[in-house]
């Protein structure tokens, strides 16, 4: 007898509409799926410290969650990618500053490079 198949509840979330530019590069914010929501990596583009590109980062995460009504308590896992290392205790003091005494479980890399050049790039796994 087969497996009998479940139907995928993957949802794409777009807080306005799709970019049609053909320069955006291809993928969603956020997917809920199955109690989760996965939240694309994200960067600030235009410049600043690793703090502030660290505390925009989570800023940028906090809408996406807060736009398929999870929240940032509800982070059960962050990927965290530094352009330099060196920056791991600046970025990891703005990131305590957010979850404090409940944090999600992490990894943090320090990568070869971040596209346009960013020094911080998170991505969010959460409940819904």
């Known amino acids: 007898m087969a497996a009998s198949k479940k139907a995928s509840t993957k949802k794409s979330h777009w807080k306005e ?10 993928y969603s914010p956020a997917i809920t799926c199955n109690g989760f929501v996965f939240v694309s990596g994200t960067g600030k583009i235009d410049g600043g410290t690793i703090q502030e590109q660290t505390k925009w980062a989570l800023d940028s995460i906090e809408a996406n969650l807060k736009h398929v009504g999870s929240s940032m ?17 600046p970025m990891n003091e703005t990131f305590r500053g957010r979850f404090g005494d409940n944090p999600p479980a992490r990894t943090t890399l320090a990568v070869a490079a971040i596209p346009y050049g960013c ?3 998170i991505e969010v796994m959460a409940e819904a």
């Open 17 to 26: 509409g799709r970019p049609t530019d053909g320069k955006t590069p291809l």
């Open 73 to 89: 308590e509800k982070a059960v896992k962050c990927n965290v990618y530094l352009s330099d290392i060196n920056n791991y205790g």
């Open 119 to 121: 020094l911080v790039e």
